[in-house]
């Protein structure tokens, strides 16, 4: 197999506001927390959420729209790749961090996914993305997470008899 594929989908809650900066260059960069929760039944019937955190990096564009329209408890739609870094911190010892450098994203709403739905944007901060460098991860007629169910998909439209099971 020639190549590999590097490629993390995400849909979490912020657990902070974002924290925006900008380099003497004047790209922006933006990094925030995630939090994505899986909740399962244990073999005692009790629910268990697990949740794990995920520390998100932007640039540029999508940096420029977190810092306008994210804060903490909105649920956003990630795609990127992931980072391993290293580096050594204020005693000498050297760290390791995973970061996830997001090239789009789709705001989904407020904390509990409603509110107003954001919409899409692309590494360069342009709405109605998940276009980079020529990659589209899903076909121009695929629904986004963001789009709303057509009405010929919704349930009670009648034409349950066509079905074949």
């Known amino acids: 197999m020639a190549g590999s594929v590097n490629k993390v989908i995400l849909i979490g809650n912020l657990g902070s506001d ?18 994505t929760t899986e909740s399962y039944t244990n073999k005692n019937g009790e629910r268990v959420d ?13 940096a420029k729209v ?5 804060k903490k408890g909105n649920q956003v ?15 000498g010892q050297q760290r390791t961090g995973v ?8 705001l989904l709403g407020g904390p509990s996914g409603g509110g107003n739905s954001g ?5 360069g901060g ?3 993305g998940y276009q980079q460098s020529g990659n589209a991860p899903r076909g121009n007629n695929a629904p986004r997470p963001s789009d709303p ?14 079905l074949p099971f």
């Open 66 to 70: 977190a810092e306008k329209y994210l």
């Open 99 to 106: 970061t996830i450098r997001a090239n789009s994203m789709t």
């Open 50 to 62: 697990n949740t794990e955190w995920h520390r998100i990096e932007l640039w540029e564009g999508l």
């Open 149 to 162: 169910i057509p009405p010929s998909m919704a349930a009670g439209n009648g034409d349950d008899d066509d």
């Open 119 to 123: 919409g899409d944007y692309n590494q």
């Open 126 to 128: 342009q709405q109605g």
């Open 18 to 35: 974002p924290e925006v900066r900008y380099l003497e260059s004047g790209s922006a960069v933006a990094k925030f927390n995630i939090a």
């Open 77 to 91: 739609y990630i795609e990127g790749r992931i980072r391993t870094d290293t580096w050594t911190d204020k005693e």
